[in-house]
């Protein structure tokens, strides 16, 4: 394991039947962005996904990340906070790279529910969700629509192209595998360094 983890594109393509269309799968610490009529697809409980599109040309992008545990949440500069800062700087940027305009870009953003019980003092679920939105307000990118926080995992359906998103909410039974993901994922989150700085232009 390196500290790629962070910024790792998924790789995890398929054709999709429900929706007749190729779908992209994104792991926690994976992001994907495409100009193509497609769907990007991925499962969260603590963790958070923004989908970051240009409404101009449909060029757009998910990413999956979630804050590790430990560090100050209020302070800007924590530990923590750079691995939330890294998974949007390089979404953006990947847009930014393809042709997106940054004034064109809007967000939709999910997750940070609370199904990682005792995982931390205050809710890692709530942590990310907070983060993410005020990383966007900074950033000054429009968010458009959000699902944030509650008790459940949702498996989100998102299409660039449109911008459209479907959110589906899962039931409690359905989320030991979500956990068990996002556990690993933390767990790996500790002893990775995070990679080096990233400048938006």
């Known amino acids: 394991m390196n500290g790629n983890t962070e910024r790792q594109f998924a790789t995890n393509v ?5 929706f ?3 779908a992209a799968k994104i792991l926690p610490g994976e992001f994907y962005y495409t100009g193509q009529d497609m769907l990007i697809v991925t499962v969260l409980g603590s963790c958070v996904a923004a989908c ?3 409404r101009v040309t449909g060029l757009g992008g998910m990413n999956h990340f979630m804050l590790p545990d430990g560090g100050d949440p209020a302070s800007p500069v924590s530990a923590s906070m750079r691995y939330g800062t890294f998974a949007m700087e390089v979404l953006i940027n990947e847009l930014l790279k393809a042709g997106a305009r940054r004034e064109n870009l809007e967000a939709k953003v999910f997750g940070g529910g609370a199904v990682l019980r005792g995982f931390t003092a205050m809710n890692v679920g709530e942590r990310n969700a907070a983060f993410v939105m005020n ?3 900074t950033e000054q990118i429009r ?3 959000e699902d944030l926080n509650d008790i459940y995992p949702r498996k989100v359906y998102f299409f ?3 911008g459209k998103v479907l959110v ?3 039931m409690q039974t359905q989320n030991d595998t979500v956990a068990k993901r996002e556990l690993d994922y933390a767990s790996r989150l500790k002893v990775e360094p995070v990679a080096g700085e990233i400048d938006l232009f």
């Open 14 to 18: 398929y054709y999709d039947r429900t």
């Open 20 to 22: 007749d269309c190729d």
């Open 52 to 54: 970051i599109r240009d």
């Open 135 to 137: 990383y966007l307000k």
């Open 143 to 145: 968010v458009v629509a």
């Open 160 to 162: 660039p192209r449109t």
């Open 168 to 170: 589906k909410k899962l």
